[in-house]
Antibody, heavy 122, light 107 residues
Framework: QVQLVESGGGVVQPGRSLRLSCTTS????????MHWVRQAPGKGPEWVAV????????NYLDSVKGRFTISRDKSKNTLHLQMNSLRVDDTAVYYC???????????????WGQGTLVTVSS | EIVMTQSPATLSVSPGESATLSCRAS??????LGWYQQKSGQAPRLLIY???TRATGIPARFSGSGSGTEFTLTISSLQSEDFAVYYC???????FGFGQGTKVEIK
């Protein structure tokens, strides 16, 4: 079965960096686009970034462009999110999610991890 | 950026009744819309994609309709496990976006 397990969350000061990872299993990782979605406490989900199945294309939420970078390691079936210049309003649970369709550049999120909490606070 | 607006914010429904949730896009998104269910402490769960296609394993009491800017999620004969928050999400272009959610609560 499809499994997504996020790691790397924690408490970090504003302006610092954090790298999230998402270890995947149960499907052919290189066949699917992958997303990061975040959810601030008491708020709805907010799409953050997507990377195409082949890693050639990525897209971002405007407020994270230039600060966050999504990447994928085909050899380890792992998705990453490098987060730099973190702000207080980046505080959220960060989910990785697998796209529904294969060989695409991103649509809906069919499978989700359990999330990892990132808290940005001084 | 396309903005998604859901209504109502809260819907009070008795078990066995039906619920109709609305989602409006600020610009036409064709059929590029998904619906998710989220229960407290859990990740969202995909219900519908392509505006009207049920995801794998989703019961037939969940149905989606609409195109362009107006979309509807209908839950017929609500079961106890259906009381949750529902979100719509467009994937017409980047950045993808979610609505603010509709909470379906027990009346």
């Amino acid at each position: 079965q499809v499994q997504l397990v996020e790691s790397g969350g924690g408490v970090v000061q504003p302006g610092r960096s954090l790298r999230l990872s998402c270890t995947t299993s149960g499907f052919i990782f290189s066949d699917y686009a992958m997303h990061w979605v975040r959810q601030a406490p008491g708020k709805g989900p907010e799409w953050v970034a997507v990377i195409g199945y082949d890693g050639k294309n990525d897209n971002y939420l405007d407020s994270v462009k230039g600060r966050f970078t999504i990447s994928r390691d085909k050899s380890k079936n792992t998705l990453h999110l490098q987060m730099n210049s973190l702000r207080v309003d980046d505080t959220a649970v960060y989910y990785c999610a697998r796209d529904k369709g294969n060989y695409g550049s991103g649509t809906v999120m069919a499978f989700w991890g359990q999330g990892t909490l990132v808290t940005v606070s001084s | 950026e396309i903005v998604m607006t859901q209504s109502p914010a809260t819907l009070s429904v008795s078990p066995g009744e039906s619920a109709t949730l609305s989602c409006r896009a600020s610009h036409s998104i064709s059929y590029n819309l998904g619906w998710y269910q989220q229960k407290s402490g859990q990740a969202p769960r995909l219900l519908i994609y392509g505006a009207s296609t049920r995801a794998t394993g989703i019961p037939a009491r969940f149905s989606g309709s609409g195109s362009g800017t107006e979309f509807t999620l209908t839950i017929s004969s609500l079961q106890s496990e259906d009381f949750a928050v529902y979100y719509c999400q467009h994937y017409h272009n980047w950045p993808f976006g979610f609505g603010q959610g509709t909470k379906v609560e027990i009346k």
